[in-house]
């Protein structure tokens, strides 16, 4: 029996992800499945996949730098990014380049090191700085075509656990087999 193909058999993404020491997310859309809640007293929900948050974990604990980038503000986000550990939280970001370009500064680490996963037209300022694009299959058409490579899973689903194994796997760092 053989294997199915995996985005790592593309030798240009292996090349690309094993380079990776930032990986930066957008939130809506991509840790999250893009919809917000609202409750009749005004509070905002959002969902977090669990299964993103171990492997976010796993990926930080291989030291490889986690940062979140995103236009909106939210205390679910600096929640979330808290009890992960994301030391690197970038809320209100309408110039995502900005913030990028601050945190490369703060982590010694060139556009070269970094990847991004982003769902919409905003990331693709971004797409054109970092060394490794993704987005997701309930992405803008625009950002999909963008990207270096499209994610089986959709967004707010597994995304981060799907990117930080493929970084690992190519990096040998997946403690897994």
């Given at each position: 029996?053989?294997?199915?193909?995996?985005?790592?058999?593309?030798?240009?993404?292996r090349?690309?992800?094993?380079?990776?020491?930032?990986?930066?997310?957008?939130?809506?859309g991509?840790?999250?499945?893009?919809?917000?809640?609202?409750?009749?007293?005004?509070?905002?929900?959002?969902?977090?996949?669990?299964?993103?948050?171990?492997?976010?974990?796993?990926?930080?604990s291989?030291?490889?730098?986690?940062?979140?980038?995103?236009?909106?503000?939210?205390?679910?986000?600096?929640?979330r990014?808290?009890?992960?550990?994301?030391?690197?939280?970038?809320?209100?970001?309408?110039?995502?380049?900005?913030?990028?370009?601050?945190?490369?500064?703060?982590?010694?680490?060139?556009?070269?090191?970094?990847?991004?996963?982003g769902?919409?037209?905003?990331?693709?300022a971004?797409?054109?700085?970092?060394?490794?694009?993704?987005?997701v299959?309930?992405?803008?058409?625009v950002?999909?075509?963008?990207?270096?490579?499209?994610t089986?899973?959709?967004?707010?689903?597994?995304?981060?656990?799907?990117?930080?194994?493929i970084?690992?796997?190519?990096?040998?760092?997946?403690?897994?087999?």
């Amino acid at each position: 029996m053989t294997t199915p193909p995996t985005v790592l058999d593309d030798a240009g993404i292996r090349q690309k992800a094993a380079a990776i020491r930032l990986v930066v997310f957008d939130v809506d859309g991509v840790l999250t499945d893009g919809r917000i809640t609202y409750t009749s007293d005004g509070q905002e929900i959002k969902s977090f996949n669990v299964q993103d948050g171990a492997a976010l974990k796993l990926l930080m604990s291989a030291g490889i730098e986690v940062a979140i980038i995103t236009g909106r503000s939210s205390e679910m986000v600096q929640r979330r990014a808290r009890e992960l550990g994301i030391a690197h939280l970038y809320q209100g970001s309408e110039d995502k380049i900005t913030s990028f370009q601050t945190l490369l500064a703060q982590l010694d680490l060139a556009p070269s090191q970094s990847a991004h996963v982003g769902d919409d037209l905003p990331d693709l300022a971004l797409f054109d700085l970092v060394s490794m694009s993704v987005s997701v299959p309930n992405g803008h058409p625009v950002v999909r075509e963008a990207a270096d490579w499209v994610t089986q899973t959709a967004g707010g689903q597994g995304v981060a656990r799907e990117v930080c194994e493929i970084v690992l796997r190519a990096q040998d760092k997946w403690p897994y087999g």
